[in-house]
């Protein structure tokens, strides 16, 4: 069973960066690719950043790249995302996640087997 844990939520005023930790334990943990997705209120989650465990490649929401960063360090099981720039838009519920699977972009949350519980993230104008 592998578990994760979100970390590094807040409140925040426009214009500050936030970095979000996600701790991962489990028997035997080594996905293919973790990702973080985000979901407003009233809103479909919606994906944010993904990267392969092995060879780190990353991929990136279109409308986020250069303002968010995903990074991992294998050895801690621990992927963040580093968001600069942050805007009142970015505000939403922050969610970790885990794939074995493979696919050809992991943007899809369906795809994604293990999910934290989140994190809130809070941009004030």
């Known amino acids: 069973q592998v578990q994760l844990v979100e970390s590094g939520g807040g409140l925040v005023q426009a214009g500050g960066s936030l970095r979000l930790s996600c701790e991962a334990s489990g028997r035997t943990f080594s996905p293919r690719v973790m990702g973080w997705f985000r979901q407003a209120p009233g809103k479909e989650r919606e994906f944010v950043a993904a990267?392969?465990?092995?060879?780190?490649?990353?991929y990136y929401a279109d409308s986020l790249k250069g303002r968010f960063t995903i990074s991992r360090d294998s050895a801690k099981n621990t992927v963040y995302l580093q968001m600069n720039s942050l805007k009142p838009e970015d505000t939403a519920a922050y969610y970790c996640?885990?794939?074995?699977?493979?696919?050809?972009?992991?943007?899809?949350?369906?795809?994604?087997?293990?999910w934290g519980q989140g994190t809130q993230v809070t941009v004030s104008s």
């Open positions: 996640a885990a794939m074995n699977r493979v696919v050809v972009v992991p943007s899809r949350p369906s795809d994604y087997e293990y």
């Open positions: 990267i392969t465990w092995s060879g780190g490649r990353t």
